[in-house]
């Protein structure tokens, strides 16, 4: 099992950058996939991005491509999403997820087995 803490949200404005973190437990973070999703208010929650245990795939939401930048430090159990250029519709809270499956499924909810508690980002117009 893993757990998984976001930190990084805030409040910022539209053009700006953010850099979430997710600090995870535990001496297997190798093993697992991890990856960012976001749930605005009165939405869904939707994939953001996601990273292949050895960093070798990545996987992006269109909505996110060229502007988000998600990486992985296996030496420090950490995720991270690089947000740059945020748009207002970029609001939402952020979560950090970890599983040990690969595949399309990974940008649904369905394959993620871990979830950290969330991070709010707010973009102002």
């Known amino acids: 099992q893993v757990q998984l803490v976001e930190s990084g949200g805030g409040l910022v404005q539209a053009g700006g950058s953010l850099r979430l973190s997710c600090a995870a437990s535990g001496r297997t973070f190798r093993s697992y996939a991890m990856g960012w999703l976001r749930q605005a208010p009165g939405k869904e929650r939707e994939f953001v991005a996601a990273?292949?245990?050895?960093?070798?795939?990545?996987v992006y939401a269109d909505s996110v491509k060229g502007r988000f930048t998600i990486s992985r430090d296996d030496a420090k159990n950490t995720v991270y999403l690089h947000m740059n250029s945020l748009k207002p519709e970029d609001t939402a809270v952020y979560y950090c997820?970890?599983?040990?499956?690969?595949?399309?499924?990974?940008?649904?909810?369905?394959?993620?087995?871990?979830w950290g508690q969330g991070t709010q980002v707010t973009i102002s117009s």
């Open positions: 997820a970890a599983t040990t499956r690969w595949g399309p499924a990974v940008t649904t909810g369905r394959a993620w087995d871990y």
């Open positions: 990273i292949w245990r050895d960093g070798g795939s990545l």
